[in-house]
């Protein structure tokens, strides 16, 4: 495990150490940073939400399937395959991005976590300790402030794309539920982290919010021109 998160956490450490030596300043060097890895990110967060859009809506022709050929696996399968081919989509589609996108994001959180292991240059260990805004020093945790605006940013980001995924009604349950948790658990776990990485995730949440509005939007243009198409059709 520690072998993988090096190898991307390392990249991901010249890339902050150029950034440093170019600012001066660790905690603007931190924001152009997430900036620049949350761009870089997307194109693989937009195919994974599209992937996962596609599949809500066909939940509900999916279920008729099941239900239809319950005692007959092969015939199941075949008109699943039909489906997918009807609707243009692939069922591992939405997998690889989140594969790449997992490890990267864990990396992000080791090298900002502890910058020193990943990044050989002293330099970065006096700027992890710089002030930024109210925050004195970035190497320790804000235990408040920083946590619980990173807690909305979180909150607000997780309801716009819920928001845009309301046809998984059989998920809604654990989905309302993940809203509120996992936005505590930022809180919770962000008064604790160092000021830098808690940071960090906030302001990634902040762009998210952004992404997530641009993902709605294109999705809804989606199912304008799917019923337009449909309407054509008749």
């Not at 190497?139 to 794309?161: E, H, R, V």
């Not at 949440?205 to 999705?219: A, D, G, S, V």
Request: charged fraction near 15%; glycine fraction near 6%.
């Amino acid at each position: 495990m520690n072998a993988i998160l090096g190898f991307f956490a390392k990249p991901l450490g010249y890339l902050l150490l150029a950034i440093y030596n170019f600012i001066d300043n660790y905690g603007l060097t931190l924001l152009i940073f997430t900036a620049i890895v949350k761009i870089a990110m997307y194109p693989l967060y937009i195919k994974q939400m599209k992937s996962t859009m596609a599949s809500a809506g066909m939940q509900s022709k999916m279920k008729q399937i099941r239900q239809k050929y319950a005692n007959d696996k092969e015939m199941m399968n075949i008109k699943m395959q039909e489906l997918y081919k009807e609707e243009g989509f692939n069922p591992a589609g939405g997998c690889l991005p989140m594969l790449i996108q997992t490890p990267i994001i864990f990396a992000l959180f080791a090298l900002l976590r502890n910058p020193m292991l990943y990044i050989d240059d002293s330099s970065i260990l006096f700027a992890t300790h710089e002030s930024f805004l109210w925050l004195s020093d970035l190497s320790q945790p804000d235990k408040w402030f920083l946590p619980i605006l990173a807690g909305i940013a979180t909150y607000i980001s997780f309801s716009i794309s819920q928001k845009g995924s309301t046809q998984m009604s059989e998920m809604s349950g654990m989905m309302n539920s993940m809203k509120y948790l996992f936005p505590l658990m930022i809180v919770i776990m962000g008064r604790g982290f160092p000021a830098g990485l808690a940071l960090y995730w906030f302001f990634g949440q902040f762009l998210q919010i952004f992404f997530n509005l641009h993902i709605n939007t294109l999705k809804k243009k989606a199912e304008r021109e799917k019923n337009k198409g449909k309407r054509g059709k008749k």
